[in-house]
């Protein structure tokens, strides 16, 4: 026999998602779909490798995502390619690449998927870690924020997180936001010297970014800065006030939260982030907001967009411990056999069951009747089915509700029709499953 050699295990910060949790990760994701596809957002589907420079131009090269977490890496042909860090950035240049903007009118994208960023891991932070995301490219107009706010809002509840906080700001555009980063320089040139390294690098190469410093020490002298919005010219004004006249006609409370500029360079104009306190240290379930020059950054025509990324693995971390999506999904039914005259039948019944629809485990060996209760039991199954020598001379076989213990006899092509009408009495596992058609 071979030596046994030392266990190779996952890149640290990325992790296995194991079942039971990929079946509420799931859930999420057919929730997304569903919600998304009620405000007629449609899948885009990118791929993870990007050029370098399509993030060093969008997000910015001084932003922490760039300047030190991409995994970038030199092609054999010596092209500088990286693993995404975010997917806002790709599905523009895939909208300019496509000349989809030539179909005129405005287009609803959504997608999902593994980001990479080389962050310090700890809970709620990884290296891999999943986005759902969406995007509105084509309008400017304030209530396309709002209606994907809007949406924003039903999807969480659909998933059942019901407590958080909406923060917004708004970062101003092209026009005023010179005027706000001179005043932001001239108030940091008095405070700078006593700041974090970063934090006096960014004061001189991109003063927005200081606003991003998670460094404790720098907070005071952060909260002290000028606030952008009180710069806002009168049209970036007008924007922001519509936004937030519509959501509070919506009813959706938020925080005006002057410091967030959501660390990266592309965003104008509206930005937003919801926290949840479920979450600890690591409280963003999702952000986002407007960027109206993005398109142009990465060399497409004017394009002005809104989007969000909600970060998927702190959304189920949120969602799990609010308690709202119970276990993973039991079984429908265990089929229980006994003895090999009942091994057939048995097989065809599973087939049958499976072919409707319905979640059947079955033993591929014969087994007593205690055992086989017991492997139920153990996978948690609704129903068992029992085919022993009784039942297959009768012609029925035995249905017993695991829960209650209760037994019937059925005739074998009444058994889904049973099952059906049996299991839409249970209740449905979680909040997010809302499919009431059954
Ligand atoms: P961003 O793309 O930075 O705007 O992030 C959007 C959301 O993605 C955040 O609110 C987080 O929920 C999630 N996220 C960002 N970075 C990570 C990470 N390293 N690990 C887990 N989730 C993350």
Same mark, same amino acid.
């Given at each position: 026999?071979?030596?046994?050699?030392?266990?190779?295990?996952?890149?640290?910060?990325?992790?296995?998602?194991?079942?039971?949790?990929?079946?509420?990760?799931?859930?999420?994701?057919?929730?997304?779909?569903?919600?998304?596809?009620?405000?007629?957002?449609?899948?885009?589907?990118?791929?993870?490798?990007?050029?370098?420079?399509?993030?060093?131009?969008?997000?910015?090269?001084?932003?922490?995502?760039?300047?030190?977490?991409?995994?970038?890496?030199?092609?054999?042909?010596?092209?500088?390619?990286?693993?995404?860090?975010?997917?806002?950035?790709?599905?523009?240049?895939?909208?300019?690449?496509?000349?989809?903007?030539?179909?005129?009118?405005?287009?609803?994208?959504?997608?999902?998927?593994?980001?990479?960023?080389?962050?310090?891991?700890?809970?709620?932070?990884?290296?891999?870690?999943?986005?759902?995301?969406?995007?509105?490219?084509?309008? &400017?107009? #304030?209530? =396309? /924020?709002?209606?994907?706010?809007?949406?924003?809002? +039903?999807?969480? %509840?659909?998933?059942?997180?019901? @407590?958080?906080?909406?923060?917004?700001?708004?970062?101003?555009?092209?026009?005023?936001?010179?005027?706000?980063?001179?005043?932001?320089?001239?108030?940091?040139?008095?405070?700078?010297?006593?700041?974090?390294?970063?934090?006096?690098?960014?004061?001189?190469?991109?003063?927005?970014?200081?606003?991003?410093?998670?460094?404790?020490? &720098?907070? #005071?002298? =952060? /909260?002290?800065?000028?606030?952008?919005?009180?710069? +806002?010219?009168? %049209?970036?004004?007008?924007?922001? @006030?519509?936004?937030?006249?519509?959501?509070?006609?919506?009813?959706?409370?938020?925080?005006?939260?002057?410091?967030?500029?959501?660390?990266?360079?592309?965003?104008?104009?509206?930005?937003?982030?919801?926290?949840?306190?479920?979450?600890?240290?690591?409280?963003?379930?999702?952000?986002?907001?407007?960027?109206?020059?993005?398109?142009?950054?990465?060399?497409?025509?004017?394009?002005?967009?809104?989007?969000?990324?909600?970060?998927?693995?702190?959304?189920?971390?949120?969602?799990?411990?609010?308690?709202?999506?119970?276990?993973?999904?039991?079984?429908?039914?265990?089929?229980?056999?006994?003895?090999?005259?009942?091994?057939?039948?048995?097989?065809?019944?599973?087939?049958?069951?499976?072919?409707?629809?319905?979640?059947?485990?079955?033993?591929?060996?014969?087994?007593?009747?205690?055992?086989?209760?017991?492997?139920?039991?153990?996978?948690?199954?609704?129903?068992?089915?029992?085919?022993?020598?009784?039942?297959?001379?009768?012609?029925?076989?035995?249905?017993?509700?695991?829960?209650?213990?209760?037994?019937?006899?059925?005739?074998?092509?009444?058994?889904?029709?049973?099952?059906?009408?049996?299991?839409?009495?249970?209740?449905?596992?979680?909040?997010?499953?809302?499919?009431?058609?059954?």
């Amino acid at each position: 026999m071979a030596e046994r050699s030392e266990l190779i295990r996952s890149v640290k910060g990325t992790r296995d998602l194991l079942p039971p949790e990929t079946r509420l990760w799931q859930r999420v994701e057919d929730e997304a779909r569903r919600v998304f596809a009620a405000y007629h957002f449609q899948e885009i589907r990118t791929p993870v490798l990007e050029q370098t420079s399509l993030f060093a131009r969008s997000v910015g090269a001084d932003t922490d995502i760039v300047s030190k977490e991409m995994y970038t890496f030199q092609d054999r042909d010596n092209e500088m390619l990286t693993l995404r860090p975010e997917a806002t950035a790709s599905v523009v240049r895939a909208y300019i690449e496509h000349s989809i903007y030539n179909q005129g009118g405005v287009h609803k994208l959504y997608y999902m998927g593994p980001m990479f960023r080389r962050e310090r891991p700890q809970k709620g932070r990884y290296r891999q870690f999943y986005q759902i995301g969406a995007e509105v490219l084509g309008s &400017d107009h #304030p209530l =396309i /924020d709002v209606e994907t706010l809007e949406m924003l809002v +039903l999807f969480l %509840e659909r998933v059942g997180l019901r @407590e958080y906080n909406l923060l917004l700001n708004s970062v101003g555009c092209t026009h005023c936001r010179p005027e706000y980063v001179k005043a932001l320089r001239r108030a940091l040139e008095g405070v700078k010297a006593s700041m974090c390294d970063d934090c006096q690098r960014r004061a001189e190469t991109n003063p927005l970014r200081v606003l991003d410093c998670k460094v404790e020490a &720098d907070q #005071p002298m =952060i /909260d002290k800065l000028p606030r952008i919005i009180d710069y +806002l010219d009168p %049209e970036c004004k007008q924007h922001f @006030e519509r936004v937030k006249a519509e959501l509070i006609q919506r009813e959706i409370p938020y925080q005006i939260t002057p410091r967030l500029v959501r660390g990266l360079d592309y965003y104008t104009r509206t930005t937003f982030e919801i926290t949840s306190g479920a979450l600890g240290a690591q409280n963003a379930v999702l952000g986002g907001g407007r960027y109206d020059g993005l398109a142009e950054m990465i060399g497409g025509p004017p394009t002005p967009g809104f989007g969000f990324a909600i970060g998927q693995d702190r959304l189920v971390l949120a969602v799990q411990q609010a308690g709202e999506l119970g276990t993973g999904d039991a079984l429908d039914a265990y089929i229980a056999w006994l003895g090999e005259a009942a091994f057939a039948p048995a097989q065809k019944l599973a087939r049958e069951l499976r072919r409707e629809g319905f979640s059947i485990e079955i033993s591929p060996e014969p087994m007593k009747l205690k055992k086989s209760m017991g492997i139920a039991n153990k996978l948690q199954a609704r129903f068992a089915i029992i085919i022993g020598e009784g039942e297959l001379k009768g012609g029925r076989y035995q249905v017993k509700d695991m829960a209650s213990g209760n037994q019937q006899e059925v005739g074998p092509s009444q058994i889904g029709a049973i099952l059906r009408q049996k299991l839409r009495y249970l209740s449905a596992p979680a909040a997010v499953c809302t499919d009431s058609d059954e």
